[in-house]
């Protein structure tokens, strides 16, 4: 069973569009964060949110926290050849596991 | 640049091999993980070491041996691995253990290993 599931999967687009990516749970986390990982490389963290609302802004990248700690939602602005990526959400259960669990992954590619 | 470092980045061994695969950390976290990751997928955690300790296997086959010298070094020895093992091996270390924390993880660059 896949703790965290994002959509869309996959995503082309035109460099300069705006785009959303969502991560959707129905179980609750302490806090979620979301990377971002290119070929052959690890992920790198971009952000993380713990508190339910919370908006955090990183340049052209807005992350907004779900008021119940359920969801998260992942909005670029002005998309850039240098966005693309594969951009992974991951959570820590508010039950105290010790796993950071993944979502499915959302595989970004921005068109110059 | 990543301040986890792995080696070595790519590794290519037979069935019958012994290898292994190396992750030093420098800053102080006291958490390290080893995770698997296929082409196209998420990573799946394999193992994680809170204060040098085991406590987590994630159900993971004998093949794989996980060792923690010390806070800063995590290995992972492989024995008798089959291709289907063939993945980016992943080391990541966090501040504290994940529960009560944030979450946040600090990749390396990861060890793509090819069984033949």
């Known amino acids: 069973t896949q703790l965290l599931e994002q959509s869309p999967q996959f995503l082309s687009i035109q460099e300069g569009e705006n785009l959303t990516v969502y991560c959707n749970s129905s179980s609750v986390f302490s806090s979620l964060q979301w990377y971002r990982q290119e070929p052959g490389e690890g992920p790198v963290l971009l952000v993380t949110v713990v508190t339910g609302g919370e908006v955090k802004k990183l340049k052209r990248l807005t992350f907004q926290f779900g008021d119940a700690r359920k969801d998260s939602s992942l909005h670029i602005t002005a998309a850039q050849p240098g966005d693309t990526g594969l951009y992974l959400c991951?959570?820590?259960?508010?039950?105290?596991?010790?796993?950071?669990?993944f979502g499915t992954g959302t595989r970004l590619t921005v068109i110059p | 640049d990543t301040e986890v470092t792995q080696t070595p980045k790519h590794l290519v061994m037979g069935m019958t091999n012994k290898k292994s695969l190396k992750c030093e950390q420098h800053m102080g976290h006291r958490a390290m993980y080893w995770y698997k990751q296929k082409a196209k997928k998420p990573p799946e955690l394999m193992f994680v070491y809170s204060y040098e300790k085991l406590s987590i296997n994630e159900s993971v086959p004998s093949r794989f041996s996980p060792e923690c010298p010390n806070s800063s070094l995590l290995n992972l020895h492989l024995h008798a691995l089959q291709p289907e093992d063939s993945a980016l091996y992943l080391c990541?270390?966090?501040?504290?253990?994940?529960?009560?924390?944030?979450?946040?993880?600090?990749f390396g660059e990861g060890s793509r290993l090819t069984v033949l």
């Open positions: 991951a959570g820590v259960p508010s039950t105290g596991a010790n796993n950071l669990f």
């Open positions: 990541a270390s966090s501040q504290e253990g994940l529960a009560g924390g944030t979450g946040e993880l600090f």
